[in-house]
């Protein structure tokens, strides 16, 4: 299995612009993760879903972030506008079920200048 | 959420050398995993262990779940093993993540 694929890898994007990060779980897994990793706060959870359906969004930031899983195979997590306080390495991660071993994409690198 | 406190929070070696490492949690878990994070930035995954004890190469890891604790042992280390290495548990399906231990590997 390729694991878990994040693109971009890296984005650079000026202020008030809109951005997409983009995640594929490993197949057969229904349980997908966005992190997000800071100096400041280390990694910390911002949305948890289940079988494509959003069960713990309460991670999320603000307004601004939004994400979604249209299908078993992708999720997206949209920032819109960016502001620089939003620069930070961003994980997705999947696992088989619940309590399960979890597994971590490379990771996107945005800079928001 | 369960607090986690990892130690030492940083840790330099000579190649060779033997370390351990600490992860203490609050409450009672049903996932414990710990990750490397390499310079790169990249999380690997090096045990999932909730409970028990587990060996893979040069890395072995327990967890005494009822006095809630992991354990993180590297032997004969090597300046590959540098990087970050988190702990983290969960007793749903958050996880909730130390702030790591810092280990450099000198030649």
């Known amino acids: 299995d390729a694991g878990v694929i994040q693109s971009p890898r890296h984005e650079v994007t000026e202020m008030g612009q809109e951005v997409t990060l983009r995640c594929k779980p490993i197949?057969?897994?229904?349980?997908l993760f966005w992190y997000r990793q800071t100096m400041m706060r280390g990694l910390e959870l911002l949305i948890y879903?289940?079988?494509?359906?959003?069960?713990?969004d309460s991670g999320m930031p603000e307004d601004r972030f939004s994400a979604k899983m249209p299908n078993a195979s992708f999720s997206t997590l949209k920032i819109q506008p960016s502001e620089p306080r939003d620069s930070a390495v961003y994980f997705c991660?999947?696992?088989?079920?619940?309590?399960?071993?979890?597994?971590f994409g490379q990771g996107t690198r945005l800079t928001v200048v | 959420g369960i607090q986690v406190e990892q130690s030492p929070p940083d840790l330099i070696l000579q190649e060779g050398a033997n370390s351990t490492l600490r992860c203490n949690f609050s409450?009672?878990?049903?996932?414990l995993q710990w990750f490397h994070q390499n310079p790169w930035g990249q999380l690997i995954n090096l045990f999932y262990?909730?409970?028990g004890t587990k060996q893979n190469g040069r890395l072995s890891a327990t967890t005494v779940a009822t006095e809630r604790y992991s354990l993180l042992y590297i032997s004969s280390s090597q300046t590959t093993d540098s990087g970050v290495y988190f702990c983290a548990v969960g007793d749903d399906y958050k996880l909730s993540f130390g702030a790591g231990t810092t280990v450099t590997v000198r030649a």
């Open positions: 991660a999947s696992s088989g079920n619940v309590n399960t071993e979890a597994f």
């Open positions: 879903f289940n079988n494509n359906v959003p069960i713990d």
């Open positions: 262990i909730p409970s």
């Open positions: 409450d009672s878990v049903n996932n």
């Open positions: 197949s057969g897994h229904n349980s």
